[in-house]
Nanobody
Framework: QVQLVESGGGLVQAGGSLRLSCTAS????????MGWFRQAPGKEREFVAA????????YYADSVKGRFTISRDNAKNTMYLQMNSMKPEDTAVYYC????????????????WGQGTQVTVSS
């Protein structure tokens, strides 16, 4: 079993920045991909960004491209999401996920999930 622990959420004004962290208890998959998803009230969970642990390839949703940056620290088993130029529409609960997904943008392909962290962007 892999446990994922997120941190770094909070309240920020539009145009501001936040950094989320997700630490995994251990790495388990050969071709592990870790991702960030978010879910706003009344909306479906949506893909934000993902990173391949081996090689570091990154993927972004169009809505965050150029504003958010995903990265990882191998030694710490930790993934980060640096969020800049934030907008009110970025308000959601952010979840980190891990697995060997067939499609990195499909949340149901991920095996492990964090508990979620609230991000609120005020206008």
């Amino acid at each position: 079993q892999v446990q994922l622990v997120e941190s770094g959420g909070g309240l920020v004004q539009a145009g501001g920045s936040l950094r989320l962290s997700c630490t995994a208890s251990r790495r388990t998959f050969t071709n592990v991909v870790m991702g960030w998803f978010r879910q706003a009230p009344g909306k479906e969970r949506e893909f934000v960004a993902a990173i391949r642990w081996s090689g570091g390839n990154t993927y972004y949703a169009d809505s965050v491209k150029g504003r958010f940056t995903i990265s990882r620290d191998n030694a710490k088993n930790t993934m980060y999401l640096q969020m800049n130029s934030m907008k009110p529409e970025d308000t959601a609960v952010y979840y980190c996920a891990a697995g060997p997904p067939r499609d990195y943008s499909n949340w149901y392909d991920y095996a492990y999930w964090g508990q979620g962290t609230q991000v609120t962007v005020s206008s």
